[in-house]
């Protein structure tokens, strides 16, 4: 079975451009999770997606942040316009049913705004 | 509200040595408890969890946990550290019973030394 997959590992950008990073989770999982941390601190939550619903949106940090999960399959984070505070390690996860299982998360992107 | 504060941010220990990393919650709802792992330049993969069964939890790799709830605790051990242990390790509460996205805490790496 595969994994969680995300892409890009790492990102560079300068303030102002605009990123958008892609989460392509486990084959059937309905559940997908979006979770940032900023160096040394908390893995937060962004937002949590049902299939193509936005379930759970309450950890975005502004509307410079739009995710979106096109047919219930992989996800997108986009960034727009990127700030130096954006800066972090950009997680996703997913799960199939119950969150108790806990959930599988991807490797991460590594976004680094300058 | 559910909070994790995970004490050390940084465990040194000396191969073979007990490894014993903390990790103190605060719920107001009876909580489901996560400990996840992470290895360089890999996702979050999960340890171990408690979900109101049995208090004492096993999980991969050697790893155990004990929940109590007088001391608000869900430390994770190991008997004896392995080189190959050296990795970011961060617990998780969820609250059984209501919002079920996890709050983690800031982590904390354990450094094994030869």
């Known amino acids: 079975e595969a994994g969680v997959t995300q892409f890009p590992s790492h990102s560079v950008i300068e303030k102002g451009q605009t990123v958008t990073l892609r989460c392509d989770p486990i084959?059937?999982?309905?559940?997908l999770y979006w979770y940032r941390r900023v160096m040394g601190k908390e893995i937060k939550f962004l937002l949590h997606?049902?299939?193509?619903?936005?379930q759970d949106e309450s950890g975005m940090p502004n509307n410079r942040f739009l995710a979106e999960r096109t047919g219930g399959t992989y996800s997108t984070l986009k960034v727009q316009p990127a700030e130096l505070e954006d800066s972090g390690v950009y997680f996703c996860?997913?799960?199939?049913?119950?969150w108790g299982l806990g959930y599988t998360f991807g490797s991460g992107t590594r976004l680094t705004v300058v | 509200a559910q909070s994790v504060t995970q004490l050390g941010s940084h465990v040194s220990v000396s191969e073979g040595a007990l490894v014993l990393l903390r990790c103190n919650y605060s719920?107001?709802?009876?909580?489901?408890l996560f400990w996840y792992v992470q290895y360089p330049n890999q996702g979050l993969q999960l340890l171990l969890k408690?979900?109101?069964?049995?208090?004492l939890v096993k999980g991969i790799n050697g790893f155990e946990a004990e929940f109590k709830k007088s001391e608000t605790s869900f430390h994770l051990t190991k008997p004896s550290a392995h080189m190959s242990d050296a990795a970011e390790y961060f617990c998780?509460?969820?609250?059984?019973?209501?919002?079920?996205?996890?709050?983690f805490g800031r982590g904390t790496s354990l450094i094994v030394h030869p």
């Open positions: 996860a997913s799960s199939q049913g119950s």
């Open positions: 719920s107001s709802v009876p909580p489901y």
């Open positions: 997606f049902v299939k193509e619903s936005k």
């Open positions: 084959s059937g999982h309905d559940n």
């Open positions: 408690y979900t109101s069964a049995a208090t």
């Open positions: 998780a509460v969820s609250e059984s019973g209501g919002s079920y996205i996890p709050t």
